[in-house]
């Protein structure tokens, strides 16, 4: 107790890492709105953030999917209503979007699961409650942008569906680290979440870490 005291009480940047072990089996990776043309006044820095937390999530989702960890990705729709998840990617892939870098990194394969949402929460008017339960996922690993936004609000609401909470720090970016910040810091304390970098995350299948 004393331990988780001082973790909490120090910044996240000076976080002592600690290695944290996630079953594989009733374990889900939800990639949220990383499909995303960034295409707004202002996203410059942003952009800046989320090129590199792609490569770093990129990554985490090689990890995790070799290990046998679905990945489900959560996208607005950008209130494209007659469009679908193809459409958005290649949209937001092309050269005149932004966010194409981050788009093309992480582009979904045909392994992956996905679901458009049209509000913040990824639960909100979408099917994920149905793919979760038959997937029988228990545990979700939330990444994604924005960290102050899209991702706390499906955190929330996975917490409130007594889900366990990974919310590795190094994959969620916000428009300014301080919003950052605060949104991890409500994912540890009020959700429960463990927000331990990605690097720190084994991934466990039948007794061998991944």
């Known amino acids: 107790m004393a331990r988780r005291a001082v973790i909490k009480g120090a910044s996240l940047s000076d976080r002592v890492h600690r290695t944290v072990s996630v079953p594989v ?27 590199p937390m792609a490569m770093r999530l990129a990554t985490l989702k090689r990890r995790a999917t070799t290990a046998g960890v679905p990945a489900i990705y959560i996208n607005d729709n950008f209130g494209q209503w007659r469009s679908d998840f193809r459409q958005t990617v290649t949209h937001c892939t092309s050269s005149r979007s932004p966010g194409r870098r981050v788009s093309q990194r992480l582009r979904p394969t045909s392994r992956d ?41 499906t955190a929330n609401d996975a917490y409130m569906r007594d889900l366990k909470l990974f919310a590795p720090a190094d994959c969620i970016v916000s428009n300014t680290a301080a919003d950052n910040d605060h949104a991890l810091r409500q994912i540890e304390i009020v959700l429960k979440g463990n927000v331990t970098e990605s690097t720190q995350l084994r991934f466990k299948c039948t007794g061998r870490a991944a």
């Open 25 to 51: 089996s009733g374990t889900a990776l939800l990639l949220i709105d990383v499909i995303n043309d960034l295409a707004f006044d202002g996203s410059a820095a942003l952009v800046a953030q989320a090129e």
């Open 113 to 153: 699961y996905f679901v458009l949402k049209p509000k913040h929460s990824g639960f909100f008017d979408t099917t994920l409650d149905t793919l979760l339960e038959t997937l029988r996922i228990r545990r979700v690993i939330v990444t994604g942008i924005a960290g102050n936004i899209c991702v706390l609000f």
